[in-house]
């Protein structure tokens, strides 16, 4: 069954440092997401992303965040300069194709511990 | 989307049958009724969704009441690695696209005791 998947399962940073999280959608899928949960919180959509564009960020998502689908297959999520408190982990989504009879249900990836010293 | 209550924590016994209810009272006629859950740290995991008949897939079923404005995700014989906590989504779905994120809120915490 195709899945989502996310590379690294951790990363380790230093505040002020860049990180680019990865994330393989499903290989037929259009739009492209991702979220984070700070421990012991909820899930938090950051922003999602289709044809190239963004098509809905939250208040979360600000200039230090951006995402970038750089070939066919990896969509990318970049820090650009990390703070403490975005030491969280980090769940990229996809959804939706152009086959008959497919939803927008989307699938989750198994996330990226961000830790941030 | 609408906004959904359900209970903070609940225990069944392994190999009965969980079942999990959520409130949707203000849920408009074309929003679909999502379940996920997330085992541990792991990434949300589709369950099952449904618009107003109920829905039974290889993981669950779901009853939707014929008002719309609650629902119940039945897990027919729970076992251990059915301990996770449940989200209830209620949300706007397109056929063939998508693109809003999903609002996640703090779930139901099941657990299955041996």
């Known amino acids: 069954e195709p899945e989502v998947t996310q590379t690294p399962s951790h990363q380790v940073t230093q505040m002020g440092q860049e990180v680019i999280l990865r994330c393989v959608p499903i290989?037929?899928?259009?739009?492209f997401y991702w979220y984070r949960q700070i421990l012991g919180q909820k899930v938090e959509f950051l922003v999602s992303?289709?044809?190239?564009?963004?098509?809905?960020k939250s208040e979360i998502f600000d200039d230090q965040f951006s995402v970038e689908r750089p070939d066919g297959s990896n969509f990318t999520l970049k820090i650009r300069s990390t703070k403490l408190e975005d030491s969280a982990m980090y769940f990229c989504?996809?959804?939706?194709?152009?086959?008959?009879?497919?939803?927008?249900?989307?699938?989750f990836g198994p996330g990226t511990r961000l830790t941030v010293l | 989307d609408a906004k959904t209550t359900q209970p903070t924590s609940m225990d069944c016994a392994e190999g009965r049958a969980a079942n999990l209810p959520c409130n949707h009272s203000?849920?408009?006629?074309?929003?679909?009724v999502y379940w996920y859950r997330q085992i541990h740290s792991q990434g949300p995991q589709y369950i099952i969704h449904?618009?107003?008949n109920n829905e039974t897939n290889e993981m669950a079923s779901l009853i939707i009441t014929e008002d719309r404005k609650s629902s119940t995700l039945i897990l027919p014989h729970a076992t251990l690695r059915d301990t996770a906590v449940y989200y209830c989504i209620v949300r706007v779905t397109n056929s063939g696209g998508g693109a809003d994120g999903l609002t996640f809120g703090k779930g139901t915490h099941l657990i299955i005791q041996p």
């Open positions: 290989s037929n899928h259009l739009y």
């Open positions: 203000t849920i408009s006629g074309n929003e679909y």
């Open positions: 989504a996809s959804s939706g194709s152009w086959r008959e009879g497919s939803t927008d249900t989307q699938y």
């Open positions: 449904g618009l107003k």
């Open positions: 992303f289709y044809n190239n564009e963004i098509s809905e």
